[in-house]
């Protein structure tokens, strides 16, 4: 499967942002997908993962509150909304598939597909 993360961009502090996933060359039923991000200097970290058939999500503790992940798998995408931003939010944002489906787990080591990120940037 082939995943392209769009949607980031620059917004203020307080401010909500929509990131979108599109997957090609499979359907995204057969995967759990999650969004991770990585912050200049950081190790890349998990926002929220969703199961295959959006029955179940976990979150990050940082995002809590803050964050919807969802799914249409008839439109083989996955979104996520980022909602009162701060600039602590500042990352490249992935989203990432993986196939064992019968695990939900928010550790990147589990998904072996990744798409190319897409900036976010908060501004205080």
């Known amino acids: 499967v082939q995943l392209q993360a769009s949607g980031g961009g620059l917004v203020q502090a307080g401010g909500s942002l929509g990131l979108s996933c599109e997957a090609s060359g499979d359907t995204l039923r057969r995967y759990n997908m999650g969004w991770f991000r990585q912050a200049p200097g950081k190790e890349r970290a998990g926002v929220a993962c969703i199961s295959s058939q959006g029955m179940r999500a976990y979150y990050a503790d940082s995002v809590v509150g803050r964050v919807t992940i969802s799914r249409d798998n008839a439109k083989n995408t996955v979104d996520l909304l980022l909602r009162s931003l701060k600039p602590e939010d500042t990352a490249v944002y992935y989203c990432?598939?993986?196939?064992?489906?019968?695990?939900?787990?928010?550790?990147?080591?589990?998904?072996?597909?990744w798409g190319q990120g897409t900036q976010v940037t908060v501004s205080s």
């Open positions: 990432a598939a993986d196939r064992t489906i019968a695990t939900l787990i928010l550790d990147s080591r589990e998904y072996a597909y």
